[in-house]
C-alpha cells in the first residue's frame, strides 16, 4: 500500500533562507509523485509532479524536488524564502494502478520578515 | 483558465439535516473527486467519479453518497449530517484513465467549509 510521510507539521525561516520541506513516500511499484501548495482559504495548486523523466524537477515560483529512489524521499527546495511563500504544503503519491492518490498530512511554511 | 468551482464557501447546518455540495469543473474532465480535508490528516477521498453515473467509494464513504448526473457536475450529499461531518470539503478533476489519470495532476476547487450544529 502506497503512503506519504511528511516531517515536521509546522516548519519556520526567515526570510532570504533556503526552504527545505521533507517528504518519504512507501509504494510498491514506482510512483508518480506531486507537491501542492494551498493558500489561506484555497484549494490546492500543483507546485509539480515527478513522472520519471528526470529526478530534479523544477516547479514554480522557484521550488524544485528531487526524487532519491534509494531514500524513497521527495524533498521539496527553494533557495530563497519569501513571505509570499507562507502556505500550507503537501505531498502526494499514485502509483499508476489505479484512482488514488495518497496525500501527507501537510506542512505548514511560515516565513519571518 | 481552468476552473472548478464549489457552489458555497461557507455552509451551516443543523444535525440530521440532508446536505447538498455542488462541484462544476469547466475542463471537460472525465474524473471528479470529492475529499475531507481535517488539521493533521491531510486529504482523505470520500468518493471518485470516473463517467457519468459512475462512482467509486473512497476511503471514508461513510454517512456520504455522490451524485454525477451531467460530465460537470459532481455532487456530494451528506444524507443525515452528523456534528463529526464539520470539516472543509475539496472538489477536485483530472484527465486520463488508468496509469494516464495517475500522473496528471488534480485541479482543485477553493473548497467548501462545513459546519454541522
Known amino acids: 500500500a502506497q503512503s506519504v510521510t511528511q516531517l515536521g507539521s509546522h516548519v519556520s525561516v526567515s526570510e532570504g533562507a533556503l526552504v527545505l520541506l521533507r517528504c518519504n513516500y512507501s509504494s510498491s511499484v514506482p510512483p508518480y509523485l506531486f507537491w501542492y501548495v494551498q493558500y489561506p482559504n484555497q484549494g490546492l495548486q500543483l507546485l509539480l509532479k515527478?513522472?520519471?523523466?528526470?529526478?530534479l524537477v523544477k516547479g514554480i515560483n522557484g521550488f524544485e524536488a528531487e526524487f532519491k529512489k534509494s531514500e524513497t524521499s521527495f524533498h521539496l527546495t527553494k533557495p530563497s524564502a519569501h513571505m509570499s511563500d507562507a502556505a500550507e504544503y503537501f505531498c502526494?503519491?499514485?502509483?499508476?494502478?489505479?484512482?488514488?492518490?495518497?496525500f501527507g498530512a501537510g506542512t505548514r511554511l511560515f516565513v519571518k520578515a | 483558465d481552468v476552473k472548478v468551482t464549489q457552489s458555497s464557501r461557507y455552509l451551516v447546518k443543523r444535525t440530521g439535516e440532508k446536505v447538498f455540495l455542488e462541484c462544476v469543473q469547466d475542463m471537460d474532465h472525465e474524473n471528479m473527486f470529492w475529499y475531507r480535508q481535517d488539521p493533521g490528516l491531510g486529504l482523505r477521498l470520500i468518493y471518485f467519479?470516473?463517467?457519468?453515473?459512475?462512482?467509486e467509494k473512497g476511503d471514508i464513504p461513510e454517512g456520504y453518497s455522490v451524485s454525477r448526473e451531467k460530465k460537470e457536475r459532481f455532487s456530494l450529499i451528506l444524507e443525515s449530517a452528523s456534528t463529526n461531518q464539520t470539516s472543509m470539503y475539496l472538489c477536485?478533476?483530472?484527465?486520463?484513465?488508468?496509469?494516464?489519470?495517475?500522473?496528471?495532476?488534480?485541479?482543485f476547487g477553493d473548497g467548501t467549509r462545513l459546519s454541522i450544529l
Open positions: 477536485a478533476s483530472a484527465r486520463g484513465q488508468g496509469e494516464a489519470l495517475s500522473n496528471q495532476p488534480q485541479h
Open positions: 502526494a503519491v499514485s502509483d499508476g494502478g489505479g484512482f488514488k492518490t495518497i
Open positions: 515527478y513522472t520519471s523523466a528526470a529526478t
Open positions: 467519479s470516473y463517467d457519468v453515473k459512475m462512482k
